[in-house]
């Protein structure tokens, strides 16, 4: 056991990644990973209404309690350091600060709403301040954000990729379900946040899984089938079976087996479907079929549909703000899980990225490599602050931008109404937008490391279960079952007259389809989260 242990951890709006090293040598000693979030909801909007909303002392400890869970799964003693990187709600959540300024745009709506922001400057503080389950002196370094609205997360993925110190324009995107995206352009930088939803991480796929040991994460075309492409327990990717799409038929059996698909399968399979005109205007024939009874319905390419069109006309409205044409860009870097495993050329092909790009740059999970460095290094805290303070950007706020509501009503008008690329060029056009470029012949695509976390260890990487369950009664329930059958998670169920409810799976305030269909009208989801002999918090 190692005598100075420090842990780095990335909490991500779908799941918490966590690695301990060894301080002496530097050596990564495990890595331990969750497939969920522990708030409530699909993506981070969802997680900031629900902190508002419910609660955020409820909030921050339902974080706390599965960090702690996470934490004590990578089995070390002796902890003096941890470092945590994430979007600005989810440090928010960490550490416990006001994060109402997260939710209203303009001094104007944050004065009404008495509503004054917290410094998210770099900090170093004791973990007992926090709630983790290391020694209470343990230092925690919290990272800065740019702004109160662009958080570590893009620093980290400014940093990493190195494009700061390049003269160069280029894009760099985090690949998740609120895609942080900057654009640097002769020195300036134009930064966005596309909410593309939690279909880019397989959440909302009725076969979807994050990224994890035996997920399908890959599919390459063979004939006229489909080679499936699975991680492996280290997350290396390896074969699987090649199968016919359109009747799910082994063609060639392999020694992997699939339980499941992430955002990056999907893609494949959607960019394969329109090659083999199994996918048409957005729409699809029937169903998809893959590996081991995986398969994909028309919902599941509706939502990834949905997803790709928000990355696109993020794209988009940074180059028209920007003043710039997409095939001016010289690189493009994808950052995260998600744009490490998914295949670059297949993204180009679809949009995700420009088609245009001559240069990709696939660079894994920058928010734990640079919660790593920190861990590692403690005065990088210092430089990092300062690098975010010389950083002059124009956000763009999607939300109220009128050239991205143009450009993803056309997205939608594809997936909801059929309407042909074509026309959706001819659209962009008439707004007096740049069209879509052409699709570049031999682009240079690097994948810089072997898998999204480039060193995890000699251990094999642990998937922890973080579910939580709350418990509550209703006056006056009949026991109809109407809230139970209409959850589309399967987080709710009934048993002698008490519910009870998976946090982790739980859809949250964005669906509340058990408070709607309740026929008795006495369903109150907020119950479930008051504190209780059941429900300790």
């Not at 089995?75 to 600005?88: A, F, H, K, Q, Y």
């Not at 994050?210 to 997920?215: C, G, I, Y």
């Not at 359109?246 to 060639?252: A, F, H, P, Q, R």
């Not at 470029?437 to 994948?447: A, M, R, S």
């Amino acid at each position: 056991m190692a005598e100075h242990t420090g842990i780095a951890i990335d909490i991500g709006t779908s799941g918490i990644r966590a690695q301990s090293y060894d301080l002496t040598t530097e050596k990564t000693i495990s890595t331990a990973i969750t497939l969920r979030h522990p708030l409530p909801g699909a993506n981070v909007i969802d997680h900031l209404h629900f902190a508002i909303d419910i609660g955020q002392n409820q909030a921050h400890k339902l974080l706390i309690n599965a960090i702690n869970k996470v934490i004590n799964s990578l089995d070390v003693n002796n902890v003096e350091r941890l470092s945590v990187c994430g979007n600005p709600i989810q440090l928010s959540l960490f550490n416990n600060i006001e994060i109402r300024d997260l939710a209203y745009w303009g001094k104007n709506a944050l004065k009404n709403q008495n509503i004054t922001p917290p410094s998210r400057k770099s900090k170093k503080i004791n973990a007992s301040e926090i709630g983790l389950d290391v020694p209470p002196n343990t230092y925690v370094y919290i990272p800065p954000a740019i702004k109160h609205e662009i958080g570590a997360d893009a620093l980290a993925m400014l940093y990493k990729s190195g494009a700061l110190d390049k003269d160069e324009d280029s894009l760099i995107i985090d690949f998740g379900t609120n895609a942080e995206m900057a654009l640097i352009v002769e020195g300036e930088i134009y930064t966005a946040s596309a909410a593309a939803g939690p279909a880019i991480e397989g959440q909302t796929i009725e076969k979807g899984r994050l990224a994890s040991p035996n997920t399908i994460c890959d599919i390459a075309k063979e004939g006229n089938n489909w080679r499936m492409k699975i991680l492996d327990d280290d997350l290396l990717v390896q074969n699987g079976d090649l199968i016919n799409p359109l009747n799910g038929d082994s063609i060639e059996k392999s020694d992997m087996t699939a339980c499941g698909i992430t955002g990056t399968g999907v893609i494949a399979a959607f960019c394969l479907g329109i090659e083999d005109g199994i996918i048409e205007n957005g729409k699809i024939k029937e169903k998809i079929y893959l590996q081991d009874d995986i398969y994909l319905t028309e919902n599941d390419i509706n939502n990834i549909g949905k997803a790709l069109g928000a990355f696109r006309a993020a794209e988009l409205t940074l180059a028209e703000s920007s003043d710039i044409y997409l095939d001016e860009i010289d690189s493009v870097y994808m950052a995260g899980a998600s744009g490490f495993y998914v295949d670059a050329l297949k993204s180009m092909k679809i949009g995700q990225i420009p088609p245009s790009s001559t240069e990709v740059f696939q660079i894994g999970n920058t928010s734990l490599a640079m919660a790593k460095d920190i861990v590692l290094n403690p005065q990088l805290l210092d430089e990092l602050q300062q690098i975010a303070d010389d950083i002059e950007n124009n956000h763009i706020m999607l939300a109220t931008s009128e050239i991205f509501e143009k450009i993803y009503s056309l997205e939608l008008a594809i997936y909801e109404e059929g309407l042909p690329f074509e026309k959706y060029e001819e659209w962009l056009s008439k707004y007096g937008y740049q069209e879509m470029p052409p699709l570049e012949e031999n682009p240079q695509i690097h994948k810089l490391f072997e898998k999204d976390i480039s060193d995890a260890g000699d251990k094999p990487i642990k998937s922890i279960d973080i579910s939580n369950t709350m418990k509550t009664t209703f006056d006056d329930c009949i026991s109809c079952m109407e809230c139970v059958n209409n959850c589309p998670e399967n987080a709710l169920s009934l048993k002698k007259n008490e519910f009870s409810l998976r946090s982790d799976l739980c859809s949250g305030l964005g669906c509340l389809r058990c408070v709607r269909n309740c026929k008795q009208n006495v369903f109150k989801y907020n119950q479930f989260y008051k504190k209780s002999d059941k429900n300790e918090l």
